[in-house]
């Protein structure tokens, strides 16, 4: 309670009329005045990264100049690849949360810093630790033999209570891997739906989980789209619901995606997944037309995720020359959420 006193009385006496006569009390210091930023971002953030020994990571899902920026641009994957073959004295992740965390388990002597801590995720949130440990106990009680995979898009302390975590990448893979024994599947239920058709395995039980961006597509605008451009191909991302998947033609990962948008020979693509992506198609193949499907309310921006966009590149200079944000995990907790990541690579080798 001391600790936040300071600041109580600070408030209350901002909230005095002026000529009052009241002054801060002398444990309430001005604020500092907070360093103006450059003008040339991009140029100081390159010295930072220098000055700091520091490797840029950004997911797909992230502004243009972001993913220009960056050392390393790829899905959940190939970003924990990374961050665990590091060997910088930081890594700055432009992505969520989770994604933080998750460099921060492979890599426990790096620093791990991010632009912004409040860019969490829908799936992570929506799966908190002590409910999804009191699923498991009563799952348990009716399968002895459960082995849980859990998405990467989990907190560490999700993490920490799995066997084996997965990507969308490697989803398929990892749960053909179990052939025998009853799966848990967290925390996207469209996710392990289509991971249950595609591996054979409808006895998959799922956490009723869902991406806040994914399942906003709207499969009537879809096919509404599929009439007016017969020609096209299109490409979504298994965390989509059911009637969007049924229409599409082609069904992967954020870098699957970008890799089938390359290759195929279609000139119109119509896509399922978050638009952060078309950056890196248009860098590739700049004579393709692009169209994103709209979402369940068109008038809004609801399939572009709201957290992967609070990490511009004014955080990005900032959590550099302050060196925070900076994500922690503890260590009992690292070393238990550890042991399923590790499990994750050696059984996704090729993917």
């Known amino acids: 309670m001391g600790s936040s006193l300071p600041s109580e009385v600070e408030r209350s006496f901002r909230a005095l009329p002026s000529g009052s006569g009241a002054t801060l009390p002398a444990m309430a210091a001005p604020a500092r005045r907070p360093d103006p930023l450059p003008d040339d971002l991009e140029d100081a953030i390159e010295r930072l990264k220098r000055e700091r020994d520091a490797v840029v990571l950004a997911h797909y899902y992230q502004d243009d100049a972001i993913q220009d920026l960056a050392d390393h641009v790829g899905d959940s994957l190939a970003l924990a690849r990374v961050a665990q073959q590091s060997r910088r004295a930081v890594i700055a992740f432009c992505g969520v949360h989770f994604m933080a965390e998750t460099a921060k388990i492979l890599n426990p002597d790096t620093r791990v810093v991010v632009p912004d801590l409040k860019a969490g995720c829908s799936l992570a949130d929506g799966c908190p630790a002590d409910e999804f440990a009191a699923f498991l106990a009563e799952q348990r009680r009716k399968h002895p ?78 096919a509404e789209l599929r009439v007016k451009h017969p020609d096209a191909e299109v490409l979504s991302h298994p965390e989509c ?11 992967g990962s954020t870098k699957k995606i970008i890799d089938r948008a390359v290759a195929s020979p279609a000139r119109i693509l119509i896509i399922g997944t978050e638009d952060g992506v078309f950056h890196q198609i248009r860098k590739q193949v700049p004579d393709k037309e692009l169209i994103q499907i709209p979402g369940l309310d068109e008038s809004c921006s609801c399939n572009r995720c709201p957290y992967m966009r ?26 238990r959420a550890l042991r399923p990541l590790e499990r994750m690579l050696e059984l996704s080798k090729a993917s």
Request: hydrophobic share 50%; charged share 20%.
């Open 241 to 251: 619901d059911a009637a969007v998947l049924a229409q599409s033609d082609f069904i």
């Open 310 to 335: 609070l990490n511009p590149m004014e955080k990005l200079y900032l959590c550099l020359r302050d060196l925070e944000p900076e994500v922690t995990v503890p260590e009992e907790v690292r070393l």
């Open 145 to 222: 033999n459960l082995v849980v995979i859990s998405y990467v898009n989990t907190s560490a302390a999700v993490k920490a209570l799995s066997d084996v975590i997965c990507t969308s990448s490697n989803a398929v893979e990892i749960v053909q891997a179990f052939p025998d024994r009853p799966i848990v599947f967290a925390p996207d239920q469209h996710l392990a739906r289509w991971v249950a058709q595609q591996a054979g395995r409808p006895d998959i039980i799922a956490w009723p989980g869902s991406c806040i961006v994914h399942e906003q597509f709207n499969a009537r605008a879809l």
